[in-house]
């Protein structure tokens, strides 16, 4: 079945027919010169004992130079380009994983736009529904009028060509964007927050706006009653 020239274990008497595969290779002792060169398997400098100075020095130079690399790296990696206008903002926005990145992304805008913030307030909408939880949006929105208290409280100064002020208007109109967004009753929460404070109680009154001449959101609504009375059959 095998070369002669190969020693094998042959099949025993305990091997099922389900085991067929029994034959194994004999062990043979090796020779000297079938022993491999390779410095990492066992040879003769296996178990040589060097110098504790020697191998510490060496460990330690390595481990600096493990630490250097590993620093040059996240440096490399946290080195963020700057978002110099908003269509780029919206594009970091959207590959971001999770609300904190989402928060410096607009912090960064806020800070390198070259812009002067013009057209956030047509995206501010589509920025605050990127954000997975409501409480990011409130964070984001103080921090859009912590800034903004800071351009009101300049009020002007060495502001001559009159981009400070610009700015400032601009940033007013994506607040006051953001600030609908926020005052949206996303959750259930704060549905059930109005109803327990009985500040829906008269929410559904015709003196507010639910009269009959609402016809729903989008109009898609029917068409009201014709005040009770019956439809007129035309004459034939």
Sequence with gaps: MFSKKFSWHGPKWWNSFVRRRAWVRK???KKPEDVSEDPHMLNNDYFTVTPANHSRAS????RRESISKASMQTSIAEEKPDIEDVWTLMAVLRAARIDREKIEAV?????????NLEHLQDEMHDIMGIFVFQASRRLLLSHLTKIYDEHVATDGKEDESGE???RRKHLEAAIKHADEEVKKLSYWSD????????????AVEEGEGWNQSWQGVDQSGPAHANSGALPV???K
């Design 107 to 115: 912090e960064n805008y806020l800070e390198h736009a070259k812009d």
């Design 164 to 166: 400070l002020e610009e």
């Design 27 to 29: 062990r043979v002792k």
């Design 233 to 235: 059959t035309p004459n």
């Design 59 to 62: 460990s330690v130079g390595s």
């Design 191 to 202: 549905v059930k927050g109005l109803a327990e404070n009985g500040e829906a109680t008269h």
